[in-house]
């Protein structure tokens, strides 16, 4: 247990349908992110949040919209999705985003919710 | 080219032997290393990580940082079943500024297969 909790951990859902995926962390961290995890790929970075600021967006098609209302949740929602977003989405947080170099900066990672597109 | 690279495998080592696992990466800039392991349909999870040249140890586990060949390891040593899992080599970037937004940059894992 990292102290990151995501639900729902499994989603089926239509390609009309609009959903939302829930992480929250109880490590008192200030950094939250968002990855896509396909089959064969290497993780995929969607978003940063910083103090519920977002300050990295990796070119995400606009199909998903996430939201940090605080340090401790982050939000990730899903409409009109495509076959191809199936994949298992992965939340995680670090004690801080911008660091110097030289310093190391862990990220923790939950569980994970895996989705499928139908 | 890749940004991380790692060979995906299987790699297959008998148990009790000495696994190695490699990793290059081509931004010069970067100066944190991490090595996640992750279990089948489970999240990855931090193993170490190493940003000064030279070996790091922590049990049975050895992260070696090269930052002139941009490569970096792990070996695993006395090799159980249990240590059977993908294993995630990743990255720190670097921005313009010089400073690393916490944003790291994932090779697509190697699976390792510890037999009996």
């Known amino acids: 247990e990292t102290g990151v909790t995501q639900t729902p951990r499994h989603l089926v859902m239509g390609m009309t349908n609009k959903k939302s995926l829930k992480c929250e962390q109880h490590l008192g961290h200030n950094a939250m992110y968002w990855y896509k995890q396909s089959a064969k790929k290497p993780l995929e970075l969607m978003f940063v949040y910083s103090l519920e600021e977002r300050v990295e967006n990796n070119s995400v098609p606009s199909r998903f919209s996430p939201e940090c209302p605080n340090s401790s949740h982050l939000f990730l929602h899903l409409h009109t999705l495509q076959p191809e977003d199936s994949a298992l989405y992965l939340c995680?947080?670090?004690?801080?985003?911008?660091?110097?170099?030289?310093?190391?900066?862990?990220?923790?990672f939950g569980p994970g919710t895996r989705l499928t597109v139908l | 080219q890749k940004e991380v690279e790692q060979n995906s495998g299987p790699l297959s080592v008998p148990e009790g032997a000495i696994a190695s696992l490699n990793c290059t990466y081509s931004?010069?800039?970067?100066?944190?290393f991490f090595w996640y392991r992750q279990y089948s349909g489970k999240s990855p999870e931090l193993i170490m990580f190493i940003y000064s040249n030279g070996d790091k140890e922590d049990g049975r586990f050895t992260a070696q940082l090269n930052k002139a060949s941009q490569y970096v390891s792990l070996l695993i040593r006395d090799s159980q079943p249990s240590d059977s899992a993908t294993y995630l080599c990743a990255v720190n970037q670097i921005n313009a500024g010089g400073t690393s937004y916490g944003k790291l940059t994932f090779g697509q894992g190697t699976i390792l297969t510890v037999h009996p």
């Open positions: 995680a947080s670090s004690q801080d985003r911008v660091r110097l170099v030289h310093t190391t900066d862990t990220q923790y």
């Open positions: 931004d010069r800039g970067s100066q944190s």
